[in-house]
């Protein structure tokens, strides 16, 4: 079965597509600013103007799906920023809206610690994270985007019933069209490092631990992901990728919404820096993600893989 090559790829069935993919942008407010993530080599920061030349490489080498991160340092203790009609993420969906119209699919990240001072997830009550409160601004953020033209929100938060919160809020608003991605089985994980520095959402005190998943439990992460599902989630995710391969394998197995895997910043920042062999390296963990079970990717490294796979 591996005599030669056109036989070892006759019996291969796993294969990458572009279209699977969903890129993570990262938008800053002003104007012609592109910035280098000191901990994430090849990965910017982009200003609405600077974000389309950034988008125009992604669609011709085949990927048309986005994720949108706000980096905001104008932060209150609400993270107002979050859903202000003029604020970044809602200002940068408008401009791709109009500009790309249905030739890109939107999704932007719907949490609040790029936008609080405590830099956490949800609003503080008394010292701890005010699980009904925070639903509240999610679901205003969720409108808000829904507002501006984004096809998919993407609850990150990790509350209880965000989903249901957010799909009730959408429908009661006319957004009946608008798909919720949510971050359904995220871990509290020590890979997101990188992404802190890039998102400027390190916590100011304490950790996550009280709301994320801890990966010593794999049952109540398929739980977490069943939960959601039954709140209306149509596509859900496991985050981080590589150190949860048998999460995803395992809710794949009895979960069939679209499934999608966050490769995330740790993981990149940790291969672009091992000194292996980068392309090999890279096919060889978005193969894997993918054979566990994932339907959609979402990883840093989409770009420059597929333009590699094409012979730029
Ligand atoms: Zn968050």
């Not at 600077?50 to 085949?62: K, R």
């Not at 739980?223 to 949860?244: C, F, H, N, Q, W």
């Amino acid at each position: 079965m591996r005599k030669n090559k056109n036989i070892i790829n006759l019996v291969s069935n796993i294969y990458l597509s572009p279209s699977n993919f969903i890129y993570p942008l990262f938008i800053v407010e002003g104007k012609n600013r592109k910035e280098e993530i000191n901990s994430m080599p090849g990965v910017y920061r982009f200003s609405i103007d600077c974000l389309l030349g950034e988008i125009d490489a992604c669609l011709d080498v085949g990927i048309n799906s986005f994720m949108l991160f706000g980096v905001e340092d104008r932060k209150d203790e609400l993270g107002s920023w979050a859903y202000r009609d003029d604020g970044i993420v809602p200002s940068a969906i408008k401009k791709l809206r109009d500009v790309y119209k249905d030739d890109v699919t939107l999704f932007a990240d719907v949490c609040l610690c790029q936008y609080t001072v405590s830099g956490h997830c949800g609003l503080i009550s008394n010292g701890v994270i005010d699980n009904n409160k925070t639903l509240e601004i999610l679901n205003k953020i969720s409108i808000v985007y829904a507002s501006a033209g984004v096809d998919f929100v993407c609850p990150s938060s990790m509350m209880d019933y965000q989903v249901k919160s957010i799909r009730k809020a959408l429908d009661d608003n006319g957004f009946h069209m608008v798909g919720i991605m949510s971050y359904s089985t995220k871990f509290n994980s020590s890979f997101y490092g990188p992404f802190r520095d890039a998102a400027l959402s390190r916590p100011q005190f304490g950790d996550r631990s009280s709301y994320q998943l801890d990966y010593r439990n794999p049952s109540l992460a398929i739980l977490e992901s069943l939960k959601d599902v039954e709140e209306g989630a149509d596509i859900i995710m496991v985050k981080p990728a590589l150190a949860y391969l048998d999460i995803i394998s395992k809710i794949k197995e009895r979960i069939f919404v679209p499934l999608a895997a966050y490769n995330v910043s740790g993981e990149y920042s940790m291969i672009i820096n091992s000194g292996l062999d980068l392309e090999k390296v890279t096919m060889e963990v978005l193969y894997s993600i993918k054979r566990a079970g994932a339907d959609i990717i979402i990883s840093y490294f989409a770009k420059d893989l597929f333009l590699k796979m094409k012979g730029f």
